[in-house]
């Protein structure tokens, strides 16, 4: 299982930010309502960046940032005590010092950081313990469309079952294709969501 005790399990950037594009597309599909979404992807964080939020309504975030040929992961799980940040994020490049210290990461906190360059594999800085809830936060990135739907079954409830997303549908939205917007609607119309979208 992906956590920072096994991350050499994370996929490559490339790949990282396919999923976290993915899972946001699949959430907008099933909540319209941003402030209701677990996972939201902002294409215009900074210049050149990007960045996958998530958040689970309890406390917990996590925040991906992506660079052009760099990736950052800063974690929070409120039950978790946050260890002392100067270790977790001992010989983190200077490029990240400005999403790790600074605004909205910094209030939010760090139970982990994982980060990886485009010379070098995933990287974690020094851990006081590895019990950080990171297991959880990141199981999501197996790239397994499957995982989606059984953590949005079991997220969503009641008004996932009843709806859905098919797993093929699922698995065009992991691979990237290209999504037509007769599709996109006809898939809106199959959750029963897509006159209340054509009203937006």
């Not at 019990?131 to 469309?145: K, V």
């Not at 709806?163 to 549908?169: A, M, R, V």
Request: a negative charge.
């Amino acid at each position: 299982m992906i956590s920072t005790k096994n991350y050499s399990l994370l996929p490559d950037r490339k790949s990282l930010e396919t999923i976290c594009k993915a899972i946001s597309v699949l959430d907008a599909i099933i909540s319209q309502e941003w402030q209701y979404r677990y996972y939201s992807f902002n294409s215009k964080w900074d210049t050149n960046e990007q960045c996958l939020q998530m958040r689970n309504g309890s406390g917990d975030e996590m925040h991906i940032l992506f660079r052009e040929d760099d990736c950052a992961i800063n974690g929070f799980a409120h039950e978790y005590d946050q260890q002392d940040k100067a270790k977790l994020t001992t010989n983190l490049p200077t490029i990240f010092n400005d999403f790790i210290f600074g605004e909205p990461v910094a209030s939010i906190g760090t139970t982990f950081c994982l980060w990886t360059t485009e010379l070098k594999n995933w990287q974690i800085g020094q851990f006081e313990s590895f019990e950080d809830n990171s297991d959880e936060m990141l199981a999501i990135f197996d790239g397994q469309p499957q995982t989606y739907i059984d953590w949005a079954t079991d997220y969503f409830e009641e008004s996932y079952k009843k709806s859905g997303i098919p797993l093929d549908t699922v698995t065009k939205i992991y691979s990237g294709q290209t999504l037509t917007r007769k599709w996109f609607y006809q898939s809106l119309t199959n959750l029963k969501i897509g006159s209340n979208l054509r009203k937006t």
